[in-house]
């Protein structure tokens, strides 16, 4: 996480980065929501009117949903431009090794899957298949490929910009190890609950916890790969029925929407966290370098 203290970065850098991390957050979210709006404006002119309505209430359509998903995708761009730009190599965003360790990344993807998918199978046979209300719509097949394909990339980009830039600039710029390290953590996690705008306490501590772990987990790997395997396991397997169901309502935060038996999912999480963290431990997984600035090893 402490990456970007090395030689040859002044203080102020990460510190840019985090400043143009933000404005580049908002303007490319902005630019592609726009894209959406036009996108739903070319399919029906009359209804663009009932869809800012309804997106002011909370609902939104497939088209909203999958423009939303790919301006976070972008994320992965923006962090790893934003990575040169402090001075050390991109490619060292994703890991302290340089690269993406994809053999790494696969193990904990297949992992996290199957951890996610034995929760959300046991919650919703607990609560019944049949409170879904599951139906083919017209919508429903290129939004199910379109969920599948950007969805990857939208957990990704939250982990590059959020774990990836913000989180080890916070850490970079306190001099105190144990200090640095914590008022990451704590920045990442709430950040990330931010980004998420719930209104409902459960909701807000559920997003809080699964950022602490993330970072946890990115700490202890030195690499973005697990937390990219169980952010992305996560939302691809709880948005997997989406597209069979009535959007209204689906993606409601408001208060009184949570619950603490929700915590049961972040404990799932962190058992296979838990898990890949004895794995990589075991495996050799590389999680401490010496980093460098741009015309350094890194």
């Not at 088209?63 to 060292?92: C, D, H």
């Not at 696969?106 to 607990?126: D, F, H, P």
């Not at 913000?166 to 990451?184: F, M």
Request: without cysteine; neutral net charge.
């Amino acid at each position: 996480m402490r990456f970007w203290r090395a030689p040859g970065i002044p203080i102020w850098k990460p510190i840019l980065a985090v400043i143009l991390g933000v404005v580049g957050f908002f303007v490319i979210s902005t630019a592609v929501i726009i894209v959406g709006f036009l996108v739903e404006g070319f399919r029906d002119p009359a209804g663009i009117e009932d869809v800012m309505n309804g997106l002011l209430e909370g609902d939104v359509t497939p088209v909203l949903f999958v423009a939303n998903s790919a301006s976070l995708g972008l994320m992965i761009v923006l962090a790893l431009l934003l990575g040169r730009l402090v001075g050390q190599p991109a490619r060292y965003i994703h890991s302290v090794e340089g690269r993406v360790r994809w053999g790494w990344l696969g193990r904990a993807l297949l992992v996290s899957l199957v951890g996610v998918a034995i929760y959300v199978l046991g919650s919703q046979t607990l609560e019944g298949w049949d409170s879904l209300d599951l139906r083919v719509n017209d919508d429903t097949w290129w939004f199910l490929i379109a969920v599948m394909l950007v969805t990857p990339f939208q957990a990704a980009g939250e982990e590059y910009l959020v774990r990836g830039v913000l989180g080890r600039a916070v850490a970079s710029i306190i001099p105190s190890r144990g200090v640095g390290l914590a008022l990451s953590a704590l920045a990442t996690s709430t950040v990330f609950m931010f980004l998420h705008g719930a209104g409902d306490l459960w909701l807000n501590i559920i997003y809080f916890t699964m950022g602490l772990l993330f970072w946890w987990i990115t700490w202890r790997t030195g690499g973005l790969e697990v937390a990219v395997a169980l952010h992305v396991a996560n939302n691809m397997l709880a948005l997997a029925l989406v597209p069979f169901m009535d959007l209204d309502g689906v993606f409601d935060r408001s208060a009184g929407v949570g619950s603490p038996w929700m915590l049961v999912q972040v404990v799932i999480l962190g058992a296979v966290a838990l898990w890949l963290d004895r794995k990589a431990r075991r495996g050799g997984v590389v999680a401490h370098a010496a980093p460098g600035s741009a015309g350094g090893p890194g």
